[in-house]
């Protein structure tokens, strides 16, 4: 944490930055996933908070948008005097900066969000299955409890957004006070909790929140038999499996006699460097096996879910081609 101090005519305002000072956890989260994530916000350089104290308040008539992602509030709202009051409510309501309110600090503050009618209570030592609502900041998670404070609204304001919420009352998500944007979340806890927070941290900083991973193998729950007959699979050495739809239209095996090349639809199974001799080797639908060193060294493929990989033949185990007979009808 680092205080800037800014000299406004006779005013002084001091205010505190704080920045996110370690990487994020990123334990458990698919490598595609984290490809599509901000790096900055992988690197804990972002989000970035300023903190607005009592003192501070007077110095936002003249100064009122401060470098910072998120502003969080650092005052008690009793001690206000009426003129503190006042230009911290036109403040919020004018949208210079972004108000981030984590926890219980809803409570402490919603006399300031009138125009929102919030109230919530805190509920303490305890952890809360909400309804996670169809938004994107919850993709790829399900066991994610809200720890500490339930939030309610006797109204809901124009336009806001819930990301999860318990009956009647929301545990995160966002709404508006004027032009300002207020945003709200609690202490999360639970396996998905780090996939959840660095998908909400690239919803409330405007940045596309990543795509769901790639879940689907050839024959597992997630597929029926029929279905994965429709598709590729290949192995890795690694333990994975991906399914989807081979893109390269041959494959060219080198014997120790000849160069044989062959029509992807004519291959059954590629093995990469079976048997004791460290060879590869291609079977063929009409039943005939060719050993050798397989040339091609990296393989496309189209996955279910649409994107298209590329793998190094290095990471390969084994590919099996799918039935002939769906070759008839391309995935979409």
Known sequence: MHATAIALGSALILISTLQISQAADTDGIPPEVLKQMDPDILAGKRPSFAEVSQGDIFGLREKPKLDADFVRLNFD?????????????????????????????????????????????????????????????NTDCKEVLFYGTKYGFYSWPQGATVIA???????????????????????????????????????????????????????GSSMTLSEAAKYDSIALKNGDTITGVILNGSFTIKTSYAELAFERAKIEKIVYEGAGANLDAITLRVGDKISGVVKEQKV???????QTSEIDKD??????????????????
């Not at 125009?115 to 938004?135: C, I």
């Not at 009956?167 to 998905?192: M, Q």
């Not at 990471?315 to 979409?332: D, F, G, H, L, Y």
């Open 300 to 306: 496309q493929i189209k996955l279910v879910a649409g």
């Open 165 to 219: 919420k318990f009956n009647d009352w929301a545990a995160c998500g966002s709404f508006k006070v004027g032009e300002g944007d207020i945003v709200f979340y609690p202490v999360v806890t639970g396996n998905d909790s780090r996939r959840w927070m660095l998908n909400f941290w690239h919803w409330a900083l405007g940045l596309p929140v990543p795509g769901a991973a790639e879940t689907s193998t050839a024959g």
């Open 315 to 332: 990471k390969i185990k084994s590919i099996q081609m799918r039935k002939v007979e769906a070759e008839q009808k391309p995935v979409q």
């Open 77 to 137: 709202v009793d001690l206000l005097s009426t003129v503190q009051r006042e230009i911290v409510e036109k403040w919020i309501r004018s949208g210079a900066n972004r108000i981030l309110l984590q926890g219980s600090a809803i409570n402490m503050y919603v006399s300031l969000l009138a125009p929102a009618k919030a109230s919530g209570f805190g509920l303490k030592d305890q952890r809360y299955q909400f309804e996670l609502q169809r938004h994107p900041v």
